[in-house]
Structure formats: C-alpha cells, structure tokens
C-alpha cells in the first residue's frame, strides 16, 4: 500500500465516522452535507467512498460532511446538525409508511431547503419504496438498475425478478406483485457504487495496478451458501449441485471458511462462479475480480452498474440463467488460460481506474449539484 493511500486511511480514522454525538456544519462550508447511515457492510459500501474521496468531493464542491447513525438522528432530531443544503439518508427496506413520514418530516424540519438524497443499498433490482419515497425525496441513488426503466411497474410472481425466474424454474407458487412507480420517479434514479467501494475493497482497487493473483492451485471457487428462502435455496443448492457435478476439476464448493482463507483460494483459483443472491450484484464478483480469478456469472445483460464489471466476454464471462451451458463453459475457459487471464486484467483495469481516477465524485455531481433554474 502506497504511502498516499495510508495517509488517506489514517484521516479516515481521525474523523471517527460516522459520529455517535451530533456537532455544527461550520459556518465557512459551502455546501453542508448531512448523511444519516445504516450499520453493517453493505450500507457501508455507499457512505465509505464519501470519506475517501473527501480531498476530491471537497476540491470540486468544498463541502463539509457530517454522517450520522439515522436511528440517532431518529431518536433526537433537535439535536442533529440543522440547515444540511443536502441530506443523504439509508434506511432498511422494511422501512414503515409511519416511521417513513416522521423521519423525513423530521428531516425537512431541521433542514427545511435541503436537496433530500435516499441512498438505497438493497439487494433486488427493484423498486418497492417508491411510493412511499416519492413525496419526500428529490434523488434515488441504487447501486444496480433494470438498463430497460420501463421494466419498473411490471408485476411479478413473488416480489422480485429473480423469485419471478426461479420460482417458475422450480415450480413454486408465488402471487402476483406489483411497485408502482409515481410519475416522474424515473428521472430522480441515480447509479451510484456498488460493492467496490466497501472499505475492504476500494483502498486495495486504489492501490493496485493488478490483482493479487497467486499461483493457481484449484480450477474453480464456488464456495456458496445454501440456505435461505425457497427459490434461492434451490437455485444456489442446483448451482452447487452442477459445480459438484465437474468431478474432473480441482473445485471448492461448500461454505463455511473464514474470510482470509476465501479470498486466498480465490487468489490460487482460474474461475470463480458467482450465481445470483437475493439480488443480481454480489460481493464475490468484485472479490474475484480483486484476486484475479474469471468470474462467471449467469447473464447480466438487463443490468446497468457502474463502474460496468459485466461486459459480457470482456470483464465476465456469462452462462444461462438456469445454468444449463455452465459445464461447456466453464471447460472453455479452463481450457484457454491465456484468453480466461485478458479478461481478469480488463475486469480489475475497469475497477482500478474508477478508484484511482475518483469517478465516484462524477457519479455524485447530481447529488452536489445545485438545480438548474428554469
């Protein structure tokens, strides 16, 4: 690691986010920003990069950033930093239409002329907050988006497009549902960051000129949990199946390593493959990217990203939804390791320069940026 990218990581830590005790915007900040955050990994994957890039964001928007725990927020709003010109907030998607009303109103009271920005960091493709959302925010920052929009207010078998495909392939019964989707809330959708930006990821994708590739000991890594809800317990328990299936590789299928000893065998490993969670975009895609193994992944063609991991042929490889080609390719790509290694380094130079070049700040200029008056 680079002495720039320690300096950076040591300021991290002096600023002790996000703050357990609420403090004042200074009065010189041009733009003052409040985040109210969720706990845990994944929600941390979106407010991390606000911090890391904090020289970046500042040099463009010379703001000043406050983050704050939204149950603290929630628990004494008079007691928050007030008069925020932007407040970025996460909830959980079991988000309540009551608690929803009084967090926002409470966020409104506080900053009454503020730029109201909800940063979703749910696994589903979907869209299922926005008619509860809509009254009370101006952006909707996701992670992962349908690229054909006019796929948000179709109704579904079970509450998302992935419990809708599997449920079908597995003959299970799930009523119709359907998000509404509010006029107009189309145009306030914002793709920002995915995983990369985690705080375990986005510092070694900054450094890094190239994976941490070691010498390869297994042909494929798919160390993958089973359990959990009907359809995904089946679709991952076929994927694990088929994988066990290809007795003629070295292969690592079944869950329960630790994380160092994961992302070793993705280092030593040719192909990892990463199927669906509860959404399309998992961590493992961006781990294998890290530790230079070919991801293989079922087709991703419906899904805009960015920065965009899944090129298909040149940054992932993509099988068939029900996985009926994974053993013809996955013994294509064992079989042409020179072709299998141009793809992980195009994969890892795509996250490398959106870390190193900051394109998240770019990503964030409709959060930062004032409206245009008509």
Not at 69 to 94: L, N
Request: proline share 7%; glycine share 4%.
């Amino acid at each position: 690691m680079t002495f720039g990218t320690l300096r950076r990581l040591r300021w991290l830590l002096s600023q002790h986010i996000p703050l357990a005790r609420p403090r004042s915007f200074s009065a010189a900040a041009r733009k003052r920003v409040l985040l109210l955050s969720e706990p845990g990994p994944i929600p941390q994957s979106q407010t991390f990069p606000f911090h890391f890039y904090q020289p970046e964001l500042f040099a463009r928007w010379q703001h000043e950033l406050i983050e704050l725990p939204t149950k603290v927020f929630e628990a004494a709003p008079e007691r928050a930093p007030g008069h925020a010109d932007i407040v970025c907030v996460q909830t959980w998607f079991d988000l309540t239409p009551a608690r929803c009303d009084a967090l926002f109103q409470a966020i409104r009271s506080c900053n009454p002329s503020a730029k109201i920005v909800f940063l979703d960091s749910f696994a589903p493709t979907d869209l299922r907050l926005a008619t509860m959302l809509d009254p009370h925010i101006d952006l909707y920052v996701k992670k992962h988006v349908f690229k054909d929009r006019t796929r948000y207010g179709q109704p579904t078998h079970g509450d998302t497009n992935l419990v809708d495909y599997y449920g079908k392939l597995y003959g299970l019964d799930y009523a119709l549902q359907n998000f509404a989707i509010p006029p107009g809330f189309l145009d306030k959708l914002v793709v920002g960051p995915s995983f990369c930006t985690a705080p375990r990821l986005l510092p070694q994708f900054f450094d890094r000129a190239a994976a941490r590739k070691l010498t390869p000991r297994f042909d494929i890594q798919a160390r993958l949990a089973v359990q959990g809800s009907d359809w995904y317990q089946s679709m991952r328990g076929q994927a694990v199946s088929m994988i066990d299936g290809l007795d003629q590789y070295s292969v690592l299928s079944r869950n329960g390593i630790n994380q160092r000893q994961y992302m070793r065998e993705l280092r030593e490993s040719r192909l990892c493959f990463s199927p669906f969670g509860y959404g399309e975009v998992c961590w493992r895609d961006y781990e294998a990217i890290l530790s230079g193994a070919l991801l293989i992944k079922p087709d991703m063609s419906h899904i805009e990203t960015a920065p965009d991991i899944f090129r298909a042929n040149e940054t992932y490889i993509p099988v068939a939804w029900d996985f009926s080609d994974l053993a013809e390719v996955m013994a294509w790509w064992l079989a042409h390791p020179e072709q299998s290694e141009k793809i992980t380094r195009q994969a890892y130079q795509v996250l490398h320069e959106h870390a190193r070049q900051a394109k998240f700040v770019e990503q964030m200029a409709p959060i930062f940026s004032d409206p245009v008056v008509q």
